[in-house]
C-alpha cells in the first residue's frame, strides 16, 4: 500500500498586494497531462493577465514550474515549495496575477506568490490517498495464520479467504 496527501477539491483564493491582483487556485489531478491541462485553461480564461505562473508535482512522476515571464525563482519556485512543504502530491497551482503599477521587488513577488499558492492548498483541503494492490497468495493451510500477521504487518488486509481443497 502506498499513501501519499491529494487535495481534497479544487481550491481557490484571490487577494490584493499593492494594487496588483493574485487569484491562486489548486486541483487534484493524476497525470501531468492533466497538468498542462489545467495551466492551458487558466492561461486562455485569463489572457489578459499579467502573468500565470504555475507548479505541479506528480506522484512517482515529473516535477515542474514556471515563472512566465517573472522574474527567475519568484514565482513558479516558491509556489512548488509551498506544494511541497504542504506534503502535497497530483497537485497543479496556478496564480495568476494582474498587475497593478507597483512593482513589488524579488522579495514581495516570492512572498505574494508564497501567499497564493497558501490560499488556494488551504481552500483545497488535504486528503490521504491510499493505492492499494490485490494479490493472490496460494499457501498451505498450516501457514495461514503466519501469512495473515505478516500481511497485516505491512498494512494490507486479508480480503477473501477460500479454504478449498487441492
Not at 50 to 59: G, S
Not at 104 to 125: E, F, M, N, P, Q
Request: hydrophobic share 40%.
Amino acid at each position: 500500500m502506498v499513501e501519499y496527501l491529494v487535495p481534497t477539491q479544487f481550491g481557490e483564493g484571490e487577494f490584493v498586494e499593492k494594487k496588483s491582483r493574485f487569484i491562486g487556485r489548486l486541483w487534484p489531478v493524476e497525470s501531468e497531462a492533466e497538468a498542462l491541462e489545467k495551466i492551458q485553461e487558466m492561461k486562455k480564461k485569463h489572457y489578459d493577465a499579467t502573468h500565470n505562473c504555475w507548479a505541479y508535482v506528480i506522484q512517482d512522476g515529473p516535477v515542474r514550474f514556471s515563472d512566465d515571464g517573472e522574474p527567475g525563482g519568484t514565482a513558479g519556485m516558491p509556489m512548488l515549495q509551498v506544494l511541497q512543504r504542504e506534503g502535497l502530491s497530483n497537485a497543479v497551482c496556478v496564480v495568476t496575477r494582474y498587475f497593478g503599477g507597483i512593482l513589488l521587488g524579488a522579495g514581495g513577488l516570492v512572498r505574494a506568490y508564497t501567499k497564493g499558492a497558501k490560499i488556494a492548498v488551504d481552500a483545497a483541503g488535504k486528503s490521504m490517498k491510499r493505492v492499494w494492490t490485490v494479490l493472490y497468495l496460494p499457501c498451505p493451510y498450516p501457514f495461514y495464520e503466519r501469512v495473515k500477521l505478516e500481511i497485516a504487518a505491512f498494512g494490507g488486509l486479508v480480503r477473501q479467504t477460500d479454504f478449498g481443497a487441492e
